[in-house]
């Protein structure tokens, strides 16, 4: 909502404060001003000229050489617009006058003839294009109506005029009006508001013999009123409207459009005037469109209806969209002499339905969305009325034809010191609370301590104790409110332990050398299928799709955090960003619905990509390329930190080198998967070389268990001895290992491959692999023999399961 | 004899004198102290001497015999001294040259800033709490004083997935949630951080998909002051000791009285600047007093509970400490702007 100073300056007055002043105490009232903007730069000695005589330019054939009174002397001006003429009034930029955009006007001599100043446009004095009326669009303005010779333009234009900018919450729709406005200001202020009080001299006969208004959609309209307005002539509407119309950034069209439009700002109520003569019934029938119906709109677009909207109509075809917008065949044009006046109240979601279907959204339809004032809707047709006879030398029958079913009653809200004060932590005493509510012009009746306040219609936003709370606090300021904490039980505030838990294995991740992604959850067609991990993969669950996406690349749900990952790393990839190491948590979404009818599941997932050089030391030679065991490292490490154990198996998945690639288990459970991208999907997606983990983190936390009992250190020393075993090359490391831990135990504690070779000096098909094991007993120190026995044993088990021999 | 020992210890001395390394001292010591050394074998013809004359020559070959033992481990120890010396000169390296990197990670900046709020709520007993990112209407609106076809719902358009269900345009349905489950007669002290979303398109102030924070305080007897000066505390801890805090009457379906929240500019301190957009004041958040109808639909009586609510957004929050000009990096993710914030 644009608000004009000027116009304000009607209803409440608002003394010497300054926009800016008054910008700040509206803004900490509860109403935003986003901006203020004046109607034009300032323009100095630019006055009204009475244009003498016109006569050609002798030297110059689309010259005109004027002479052109200013009050205290006459001065020549050549003047080239096409509509300059003898006789008429005009803005005259003097000799030394700045015009906004710092244009300085001074003497000049044209094709040999002074000319001193220049006779103006609108657009030159600074009004925007967009605003300036059609008629006086092309070439200079000129007055159309009695202004003194002389005079500064600045203030007969309104050009002086602060513009504030509101951006109103959707519940202030009172603040639509400047009537609103008014009461609004007038409150902040403490002033009181003079309304304006329309009176139209309505001639004695009476309209009801010209129309009958039947409304068969109450709940949708309970309220209609049609004034029948006789011999209006269509002319431009006076200046002063027209200043403000423009200010309110509306475009003057003529008398009657900018009658219903200045009515529709100063009241908030959308009027709508129909060409009586085209209405080809003597009635007005408001009903629910009928399904499939059609209605040609002001726009000449055809619009097809249904039994969610609402039209007016003649009592056979729709003649408008109710409270959007009015059919083509009622059109009010130059040659209207007889208008049927529409002042009703629509039901916001009937506007609303319109609006959605048609996509016509207007300064009508957003008022009756929001809802208006009930008790101006009458008001507002009188007020039109009024202004039809004074500027448009209309007639108007008596009586308004009347469908009313409105509840214009106002609400009532108990309020009382005590609780105000309880609630609000202040010390208010009722004669302040008493004194806001007269700022407010709210009505009230007062008992002690008790106020019923009675609540205008115009204020339809509040309707509870808790509303006029906040009309209480914003008007006493929010600023006064005194700063206190709260006085209830205090408690300790601490993380739970698995939101703990996820913070120490972000700050490991971090450590080991990860950064965090946050990357999104929506993601494309092609990407939603990729990556998934198999135990979700084989789960059967169905991609849960958006009814209405944004855009082909946020379609889907996620059901694995590693396309996005891969987009990160091959984003920087890209931009030569080669070594990357990333990590992301976050849920991914699992249904097995087609359609879905309950929530899915959410499952907190860890997933990790690593490419390009892990370690690069380049003048010592010394540069790692990122591989499996790279990443694996770090899997173990974060696994081992936690204490949870997993395994990793050799496993074949989708998307995945399928030679480089581990099943993660917790026990029996699958949790996860990591490995190398299957080259294809790198050269696919544009990365190098890059590692992947995905692990399901809900699994993880329900076996992590903090430690939280001491375990003694050992007393006795440990023994290291080392062995080396030949092995089929297909042998797996991991599954010796296991066999010796088992073979060992309990006296061999740890077990750790510290050579593999392969090549020259083994047999074909076989490889070495050399383990380090550590003997500890926590009773005792251990003996050779007791180690010996142990070390035999496992060779012997060793050897028998996989034809193993030892390396000597 | 006696001039024989001093002859020794003269000649033995010189020698060590002019020794330059271990090797030449070592044979030196054989000379002289060893079994067929020179003193060894004078001492050896001590039997031909008088009674009276062997204590004193014993003495003086012993005073020898020390005096050349004594030198020997002086020079020996100096003479190793210098080898040392040798070696570490020789073992110098260019300090000049880059150290072994060692590869560190960090958070997301997103994280960090979410992070940081929720241990400066932590720290007045507040906890924090997750819910679905995939939301029913029931929850995400209408538990929130929204009911269908509310007006407010513009404000929010929204990701729906079916009639019932969308992808949460807020975290406040984590309120309603906890609400809930404390079965409306314990106090509320939560604040849950989390991901939303919004049918936006994506471009440098707009972002499908963005992060928010959102606090609920519910007990017997909380007043508007309460919220005022939480939030105060609040703001000075985030944001610095000098900053002040200003509170404007707006508007939320689910609180009432609303409030919106400005902190006095850093950069200007109230005077007005660009990026303050010369208003001295920077909007940070959104907040009020619970909705009655929000109360008594999660089953605490307003006649009895009342609280307060607040609501911020991360992304704004570090666009504005960092200067970042474009939300879109957040979800890039690009390498050289998540390592900028390393020691923020």
């Not at chain 1, 009010?332 to 339905?353: K, P, S, W």
């Not at chain 1, 992301?584 to 499952?603: A, C």
């Not at chain 1, 009773?779 to 996989?802: G, H, M, N, P, R």
């Not at chain 2, 609303?258 to 990026?275: L, Q, R």
Request: charged letters at 25%; proline letters at 5%; a negative charge.
């Amino acid at each position: 909502m644009l608000v004009s100073l000027n116009w304000l300056k009607n209803y409440v007055n608002i003394g010497s404060i300054s926009p800016e002043e008054l910008a700040e105490k509206i803004t900490k009232s509860g109403i935003e001003v986003d901006g203020i903007e004046y109607v034009a730069e300032k323009s100095e000695n630019v006055v009204v000229g009475y244009i003498r005589s016109c006569e050609k330019h002798p030297n110059a054939d689309k010259l005109n050489l004027c002479q052109v009174d200013v009050g205290e002397e006459t001065l020549q001006i050549i003047c080239g617009a096409p509509n300059v003429a003898q006789g008429q009034k005009v803005a005259v930029a003097k000799p030394g006058a700045v015009l906004p955009g710092d244009f300085k006007i001074k003497k000049v001599k044209l094709r040999g003839v002074e000319s001193n100043g220049m006779i103006c446009s609108l657009q030159e004095l600074g009004i925007e294009e967009k605003y300036v009326p059609k008629d006086v669009a092309e070439g200079i303005f000129v007055f159309p109506e009695a202004v003194t010779v002389g005079e500064p333009v600045e203030p007969i234009l309104n050009l002086n005029d602060a513009i504030l900018e509101f951006d109103l919450t959707p519940n202030r729709a009172d603040c639509l009006s400047m009537l609103g406005v008014a009461y609004e200001v007038a409150a902040i202020l403490d002033q009181p508001v003079k309304l304006p009080n329309p009176k139209p001299a309505m001639v004695e006969e009476d309209a009801h013999q010209f129309i009958s208004v039947e409304v068969e959609a109450p709940e949708w309209n309970p309220y209609y009123g049609a004034f029948i307005i006789r011999n209006v002539t269509i002319n431009p509407s006076p200046l002063w409207m027209r200043n403000y119309l423009i200010a309110a950034g509306i475009r003057p069209i003529n008398n009657v459009v900018d009658i219903t439009n200045y009515v529709l700002l100063e009241y908030g109520q959308p009027l709508h005037a129909f060409d009586y003569d085209k209405l080809d019934s003597d009635k007005i029938v408001v009903r629910r469109a009928k399904e499939e119906e059609a209605i040609v709109t002001l726009d000449e677009q055809e619009r097809t209806l249904s039994n969610e909207h609402l039209v007016i109509t003649n009592g056979k075809e729709p003649i408008a969209l109710a409270g959007v917008m009015g059919g083509l065949n009622t059109e009010v044009t130059e040659g209207t002499t007889n208008v049927l006046l529409e002042a009703a109240f629509f039901a916001g979601n009937a506007v609303r339905n319109a609006v959605k279907s048609t996509g016509l959204r207007s300064e009508s339809s957003t008022r009756f969305e929001k809802g208006i004032d009930p008790n101006r809707v009458k008001l507002a047709g009188l007020r039109a009325c009024e202004l039809l006879e004074q500027y448009a030398d209309a007639t108007i029958l008596k009586h308004v034809v009347e469908f009313d079913e409105l509840d214009q009653t106002e609400k009532q809200v108990e309020m009382d010191t005590t609780e105000i004060n309880k609630r609000l932590g202040t010390e208010l005493e009722t004669k302040q609370i008493v004194d806001i509510l007269h700022r407010l012009q709210f009505a009230f009746e007062q008992h002690d301590d008790q106020i019923t306040v009675s609540v205008p219609t115009r204020r339809g936003d509040i309707t509870i104790f808790e509303d006029m709370l906040e009309e209480v606090a914003r008007i006493y300021g929010y600023d006064q409110l005194p700063y206190t904490l709260p006085v209830g039980a205090s408690q300790a505030g601490a993380l739970t332990n698995k939101q703990a838990m996820i913070r120490k294995v972000k700050s490991l991740l971090e450590g080991a050398g990860l950064m965090e992604s946050r990357t999104y959850t929506l993601i494309s067609d092609n990407a939603v299928s990729k990556l998934i991990s198999p135990e979700i993969k084989e789960g059967q669950f169905v991609p849960i799709e958006l009814k209405l996406p944004m855009s082909e690349d946020h379609k889907y749900l996620r059901q694995s955090l590693l396309p996005e990952l891969l987009r990160v790393i091959s984003h920087n990839q890209a931009r030569n960003q080669i070594d990357l190491a990333y990590y992301e948590l976050g849920s991914v979404f699992l249904t097995k619905e087609r359609e879905l009818t309950k929530q899915p599941d959410e499952r907190l997932r860890l997933a990790g990509a690593i490419s390009g050089k892990w370690m690069d030391h380049p003048w010592q030679q010394d540069n790692k390329t990122v591989d499996f065991y790279v990443l694996k490292g770090i899997v173990e490490k974060l696994f081992d930190y936690l204490d949870v154990s997993v395994s990793f198996n050799q496993a074949k998945i989708a998307d995945m080198h399928p030679g480089r690639t581990a099943e993660l288990k917790l026990g029996d459970k699958r949790i996860g998967f990591i490995g190398q991208v299957h080259p294809s999907l790198q050269k696919q997606w544009d990365l190098k070389e890059t590692y992947v983990f995905d692990i399901n983190m809900d699994e993880v936390f329900y076996a992590y268990t903090p430690s939280l009992t001491y375990k003694t250190i050992p007393k006795y020393p440990s023994i290291v001895r080392d062995i080396a075993f030949v092995l089929d090359k297909d042998v797996l490391a991991g599954e010796v290992k296991k066999t010796i831990a088992e073979a060992g135990a309990p006296l061999v504690k740890q077990v750790d491959v510290f050579d593999v070779y392969q090549g020259e000096h083994m047999e074909a098909g076989k490889k070495s692999v050399a383990y380090s094991l550590v003997y500890q007993d926590p009773e005792k120190t251990l003996t050779d023999e007791e180690i010996q026995a142990s070390f035999e044993k496992i060779i012997e088990d060793v050897t028998q399961k996989y034809q193993a021999y030892i390396r000597s | 004899m006696r001039e024989q020992l001093q002859a020794i210890e003269k000649d033995a001395l010189e020698k060590i004198a002019n020794a330059n390394d271990t090797k030449t001292l070592q044979d030196i010591k054989v000379t002289y102290l060893g079994k067929k050394g020179s003193l060894t074998s004078v001492l050896r013809g001590m039997g031909k001497l008088s009674k009276e004359e062997r204590p004193v020559v014993g003495e003086l070959a012993n005073q020898v015999r020390e005096k050349i033992t004594t030198t020997l481990e002086e020079k020996g120890e100096k003479l190793e001294q210098i080898a040392l010396e040798k070696q570490l000169e020789k073992e110098a390296i260019d300090v000049t040259l880059p150290g072994r990197p060692v590869k560190i990670g960090g958070p997301h900046l997103l994280t960090k800033v979410i992070e940081e709020i929720e241990d400066l709520f932590i720290g007045m007993g507040f906890e924090v709490r997750g819910g679905p990112e995939v939301e029913t209407d029931f929850y995400n609106f209408e538990s929130l004083n929204l009911p269908k076809n509310h007006p407010a719902r513009d404000m929010q358009d929204t990701f729906f997935i079916s009639n019932e269900l969308l992808m949460r345009t807020q975290t406040s349905p984590v309120q309603a949630r906890t609400m809930r489950e404390y079965g409306g007669n314990k106090p509320v002290k939560m604040i849950s951080p989390g991901k939303v979303y919004r049918r936006d398109t994506d471009d440098a102030t707009h972002s499908h998909q963005f992060t928010q924070i959102e606090g609920l305080y519910v007990d017997k007897h909380v007043r508007m002051s309460d919220l005022k000066g939480i939030l105060d505390t609040f703001a000075k801890k985030m944001y610095g000791e000098d900053r002040e805090i200003r509170l404007r009457p707006s508007f939320f379906p689910f609180t009432e009285p609303s409030v919106e929240m400005d902190i006095s500019c850093k950069v200007c301190h109230g005077d007005g600047c660009s990026v303050c957009k010369g208003s001295g004041w920077i909007e940070i958040l959104g907040a009020g007093m619970v909705h009655p109808n929000v109360l008594s639909m999660a089953g605490y009586n307003p006649e009895v509970y009342s609280g307060f609510a607040f609501g911020m957004g991360p992304e704004r929050i570090a666009m504005l400490k960092y200067g970042i000009n474009d939300i879109r990096q957040f979800y890039t993710n690009d390498i050289r702007f998540l390592k900028q914030y390393h020691n923020a």
